[in-house]
């Protein structure tokens, strides 16, 4: 780790000058140019201050001292940075940063930030910056750029002491990003760190519930809401909130029993959320809900209008006012409460529905046409079919109309201009009177109906409602100091200057008169940044100047006028100010309609400091205030998608061109000028020149015989952002012509304590001896504690490859693919044939015939044959839709989509043969069924074409695929893999010249084999082998199936748009969409593969496979001895690091046995091995000796024959040599392990851990000294 500034020796020289022109009689922190100078007081005090401090200091409670010092702090380097004219050292930039963003003064810790980034080739080995970095992205809900900068300080420092932070915060983006599985192991890994966070620990606990919500495994969140419920000493809020939750669930899932049990117990726990927290206007909207579900309507109005009274004013709220309205024949009243609903949230879908439903009910045509198309522009709008239909019956109705029959018929309600350009008071007491003589000619129609809770009649507040008001000035007990909004409320300002109306001075009234003429703008979602470019909207980092100046621009602007600068595309920073206290607490209820008021879309927050916002979230998800008395709701779509904004403003339909000018929010001039570029991410991987890619950065280190010094080796992935096209936000449009100075002034640099993490280089050649490395070891600092086995030391964190350069012509995109045919035994045998599989520019090789050739009884593995010998195997099911094999299609048919649907559970091999049998059975009826159609209609192609388009766009069948059936056992399937040991050494599950053959465990389905039986339609979806390691699939037949490659250079890409579908590239199940990759310029291998065919998949080649007919197939991997395939695996070992994901083949543990029993001739592979086991043995030693230093015994346990190799049981990473366990698991003999670092972040001493050591370090070094480069066969043979 590099600390982020230079040495105090070389500070001290200029700051002494500084005192010394003090001593000569000037003002005490003035020079005689008039800058401010630090004293060595404030300096050490400062060098103690930076990111890691973040959400820890409280700066307006009893950090008054420490806030005006960084101010000072802040101004002195801007004057000095003006005098030198920006030509400071990177680390000055660094430290700017950090104290900016300690005043959450984020525009210009971003830019300072990006300054340093500029300018130091190393960043990456700067946590602080790193961290500093991920937080000011994390503010602006720029997810997908925080998410790298957080993962990458995990990597580079594991044992980075906001570890916990990193952890919560990259759960709650997982959360927001729909990644459920790397959410929930992020939540549990900060639950299970002792260190402090801005979280309790009930409240991550409450977060992890409710993700089991959000993925309607309602059953689990149940247990894990009332466990949270038994907790001792639990807050009044968290108690509230976890109610509020179970009340919802039961309200909304049919799973809890009938309704009345159902409704009954919702009612009894939102009353108890009640009781702990008589404020949650979201708990007094959920009880609404459930009283007017059960008809209970007096009640059901009493608990909306507490809502209304209790927060901020609610679209889902007024939306449900209006349906208990409508369905108490009050159609005035619901009209209102309607419009009140599509005011507050233009995109409200249920609202513009009902609302279309209520004017049809009137008989006015046209109004309704108008509110169904606007719920079907918005986003959140899930039946767009039906209203598309409706429109269509309503339009043909209006059509046959006699002409002027519609202009000469009285109206029940006013039309929907009318209706919105009338004032909205709170109480819409002024509008009900307006109305009051179309709602007596309504009652008069109907006299037996009386109005119940009429809005004029019960006023619900004497106060105007404030729009979506962000309260500031609840803060939760629970919350740390970084949870602590410390920004005023503009919405308070404007009511209290509303208030004091009369007594204003001239200067307060035009400051009225401008607040009150924004807060109408940004009501229509005016400050939307058209043309604004936000951090994560595609793979194209928008850039920032690197040009100092450009920084003090933007430092001399007032901080709320920049904040309004911010494209609406992004959350509102009243939202992301700090997402841990934003908890998405409805779950997501999609599909389930229990009422047609059963949707309510997702609030919107308008915060005036910053733009207008919508936050869209899925129908059934309502926000709810939650743990700080100020939860909202998370977005659960794309956070930053340039099209994200106010989705339902632009497209608003009326036909007076001044409300359609309102609805659609056509900003004016003033405003619009004001919007521009103002958050831009500085981020690496768009700015590098060079293929900055995994491979590029990380062979070029491991295959060097002597490993280059960090500063050396940093030059190799990382480049300058300089260049003509950059940007960077600036408010103020003028420049730093008039600079104080010209000259190269030598700055003050704060000298930063040292990290007790950062681990010192150690330049030792392969070619030593192990004693030689281990004496350079004990060089090293004996307080260095480290288990990070990172193999690839001393580059930059592992990132995708870019595309391949130059493109591929358009028509090279589908290359033919490599295909060998084997007519005989010998041709199976015959070496070239081995060298061309793995040769590395052929992704996918088919070897076609090699059943035949090799008289392979394909019927050993048969259904039939499987049956007889194990029926009651387990076999995992997958429940997907059958799709054509070219296209992925959302459950609705309507758009193509990467996420494949792809739900697991288990059956037995019988009962999945029956299911097959089925299967074939059914196809078999539904042709004969077609050909007795094809005799009857004569018109068959037409019909044919439209049978085509339903099967493409749904409804889809379910289909089940069996799959990872372990054949592993051979006493159970001795036959079958008895038969498999007649293939070629070299695709053998079992070989000498196997990687995998050397690991001494079994992994399943790597070195052991699996089966698949299949249906047609059963997928594989997109992915790379495990380590990319090459694999090895034998189809059994009868039918076909088809497979779709790509090479291994272009997985970044195909990771690129994982990431812009919210998709994880490791974990999740995607189907490619073909159009996106042709338009990429991504080649796509595609054929068949026949009963009896081989297909070899290549290291690293991504690959997807759809059966064709009904098939079984086998597979297994290889690893062949090449230094291809350990570049790759040791690559791919370091990319699951930095996502957190486990590496199936442990390689570290693989690369000292290959040292043990491989005697390898290649020079290259020969290099990176012997480098791996160099890093391994240098960490085991200094660990080992750290622990013994520190008065931790190390206790021999050795290993067993077949042992596996240990990975964490908290993060999961490997760990070899040096176990920690913790005194019960040793006791008990279960040896639950932990790596160092997560063993220290649950006792930080390691006094609840005994360290028990596999292998003796005289055993290790002689491993290491005996792995020599063997002669190669050629020159031996010489």
Known sequence: ???????????????????????????????????????????????????????????????????????????????????????????????????????????????????????????????????????????????????????????????????????????????????????????????????????????????????????????????????????????????ATVL?????????????????????????????????????????????????????????????????????????????????????????????????????????????MDLGTLYESCNQPQDAIKCYLNATRSKSCSNTAMLTGRIKVLQAQLCNLPQGSLQNKTKLLPSIEEAWSLPIPAELTSRQGAMNTAQQAYKSHHPNNEPVLGLSETPISQQPLPVHKITYSQVDDLSSPAKRKRISSPTKYLEQLRIDRDNLNPTQKLMLQQLESQFV?????????????????????????????????????????????????????????????????????????????????????????????TEDT???????????????????????????????????????????????????????????????????????????????????????TAPKSADQTTTLGVTSISSPHIRLQTINEKGLENSHSSENTSLPMISRKPDSQIIPSMSVSIYSNSTEVLKACRNLDKNVLSNSHNLLDKCPPPRPPTSPYPPLPKDKLNPPTPSIYLESKRDAFFPPLHQFCINPKNPVTVIRGLAGALKLDLGLFSTKTLVEANNEHTVEVRTQLLQPADENWDPTGTKKIWRCESNRSHTTIAKYAQYQASSFQESLREENEKRMQHREYSDNESTSADNTGRRRKGPFKTIKFGT??????????????????????????????????????????????????????????????????????????????????????????????????????????????LEDLYEANV???????????LVWINAGTVHWVQAVGWCNNIAWNVGPLTASQYKLAVERYEWNKLQSVKSVVPMVHLSWNMARNIKVSDPKLFEMIKYCLMKILKQCLTLREALIAAGKEVIWHGRTNDEPAHYCSICEVEVFDLLFVTNESNSQKTYIVHCQDCARKASGNLDNFVVLEEYKMEDLMQVYDQFTLAPSVSSSSS
């Open 1 to 239: 780790m590099k600390s982020c500034g230079v040495s105090l020796a070389a500070a001290a020289p200029a700051f002494s000058d500084e005192e010394k022109k003090m001593a000569a009689g000037k003002p005490r922190g003035k020079t005689k140019e008039g800058t401010l100078s630090l004293t060595a007081e404030e300096r050490e005090e400062l060098s103690g201050l930076d990111s890691r401090l973040f959400g820890f200091l409280n700066l307006h409670e009893d950090g008054a001292k420490t806030e005006t010092l960084l101010l000072k702090a802040v101004c002195c380097y801007e004057s000095l940075m003006l005098k030198a004219e920006g030509k400071v050292e990177s680390e000055f930039f660094c430290q700017l940063g950090h104290f900016n963003l300690l005043l959450e003064d984020y525009p210009k810790a971003l830019s300072a930030y990006q300054k340093y980034y500029s300018l130091q080739s190393d960043y990456w080995k700067n946590t602080a910056f790193l961290y500093g970095l991920g937080l000011v992205y994390f503010y602006y809900n720029a997810f997908h750029w925080a998410i790298k900068a957080f993962q990458e300080v995990l990597y580079v420092e594991p044992s980075f002491c906001r570890a916990k932070e990193i952890h919560l915060r990259l759960g709650l983006m997982f959360k927001v990003n729909t990644d459920y599985e790397s959410s929930l192991k992020h939540f549990q890994l900060a639950l299970i760190d002792s260190n402090p966070c801005t979280l309790s620990s009930v409240e991550i606990q409450f977060h992890i519930a409710h993700l089991y919500e959000t993925q309607r495994m309602y059953h689990s969140a149940k247990e894990a809401y009332e466990q949270l419920l038994q907790t001792d000493n639990l807050p009044a809020q968290v108690k």
């Open 244 to 352: 509020q939750q179970l009340g919802w669930m039961h309200h909304n899932v049919d799973l809890f029993g009938d309704k009345a049990t159902k409704e009954s117990c919702a009612i009894q726990y939102l009353q108890k959320s009640l009781e702990a927290d008589p404020n949650s206007g979201q708990s007094w909207y959920f009880l609404g809900r459930c009283y007017s579900s059960i008809g209970k309507v007096q009640d059901a109005f009493i608990s909306y209008r507490q809502s209304i009274d209790k927060s901020e004013a609610s679209a889902d709220t007024w939306c449900s006012i209006g349906v208990l309205y409508q369905q108490q024949n009050q159609p005035m009243d619901a009209l209102q409460a309607y419009i009140c609903a599509v005011q507050l949230d233009h995109g409200h879908a249920a609202a513009w």
């Open 521 to 613: 703008l940004m009501q229509q979602g005016f400050y939307k940044g058209q043309n604004s470019h936000f951090p994560g909207s595609n793979d194209e980092q928008p850039s920032f100047s690197t040009d100092p100046a450009l920084y003090l621009q933007a430092a001399s602007t007032n901080i709320q006028t920049s904040h309004r600068m911010l494209p609406s595309s992004s959350v509102t920073q009243g939202t992301a100010f700090n997402h841990l206290s934003h908890i998405a607490t409805s779950g997501d209820q999609q599909g389930i309609c229990c009422t047609k008021e059963s949707t309510p879309s997702g609030s919107r927050s308008f915060v005036p400091e910053i733009s207008s916002h």
């Open 618 to 704: 899925p129908n059934g998800c309502a926000g709810v205030k939650g743990l700080s008395n100020r939860v909202q709701q998370l977005m659960e779509e794309p956070i930053c998608s340039p099209n994200s904004g106010d989705s339902t403003s632009s497209n608003l339909i009326s036909d007076n061109p001044q409300i359609s000018s309102l609805l659609i929010g056509k900003a004016n001039d003033s405003v619009m000028t004001e919007a521009h570029d103002k958050v831009s991410s500085i981020h690496p991987e768009s700015h590098t020149k060079t293929n900055n890619s995994v491979a590029s950065v990380h062979s070029s280190v491991i295959s060097t």
């Open 964 to 1073: 990872n059936i372990d054949l592993s056992d051979d006493k159970k399937w001795k036959l079958q893999l008895l038969e498999l040991t007649k293939l070629p050494a070299f695709v053998r599950v079992v070989s000498a010249g196997n990687l995998l053959s050397h690991l001494g465990h079994t992994i399943l389905g790597m070195n052991t084999v699996q089966l698949y039986m299949k249906v047609p339609g059963s997928r594989t979806p997109g992915h790379q082998e495990n380590n990319n390691f090459c694999s090895v699939n034998i189809n059994i037949g009868p039918g076909d199936c088809e497979w779709f490659v790509v090479p291994e250079g272009y997985w970044g890409v195909l990771n690129d748009f994982c990431e812009k579908n919210n998709l994880n590239f490791l974990m999740s199940s995607w189907w490619p969409n």
């Open 1083 to 1093: 080649p796509v291998y595609r054929f068949i593969q026949r009963p009896g065919d």
